[in-house]
Nanobody, 128 residues
């Protein structure tokens, strides 16, 4: 079975950093696109970043561009979301998700509907 599991969420002060991990099992990371989403209480799930692992292309929503980076470690079947200069508005549950990529494309989806496999989430809380 395809599974993704998030870890690394924590309570951090504004301006601090965290690195979230998305560990995959039951599939080869290079064949999948991995996305990160977040959801704050009372708000819709928001796409923040994705990586087309095979192509090496990465994408970010504007509110995190320049602060967050996404990377993959194929040997560990894991994708990382490095979050720097955290702000209180980054507080949310963070989810990673996966779907099988289309070879020849360097694109990855920014809609939850594109993703087939979801983790349970990890909480990030940024205090002011």
């Amino acid at each position: 079975d395809v599974r993704v599991v998030e870890s690394g969420g924590d309570l951090v002060q504004a301006g601090g950093s965290l690195r979230l991990s998305c560990a995959g099992s039951g599939f080869v990371l290079n064949d999948y696109n991995i996305g990160w989403f977040r959801q704050a209480p009372g708000k819709e799930r928001q796409w923040i970043s994705c990586i087309n692992v095979h192509a090496g292309s990465t994408y970010f929503t504007s509110s995190v561009k320049g602060r967050f980076t996404i990377s993959s470690d194929n040997a560990k079947n894991t994708v990382y979301l490095q979050m720097n200069s955290l702000k209180p508005e980054d507080t949310a549950a963070y989810f990673c998700a996966a779907y099988y990529t289309i070879r020849g494309s360097d694109w990855c989806g920014n809609s939850p509907l594109a993703y087939d496999f979801w983790g349970q989430g990890t909480q990030v809380t940024v205090s002011s």
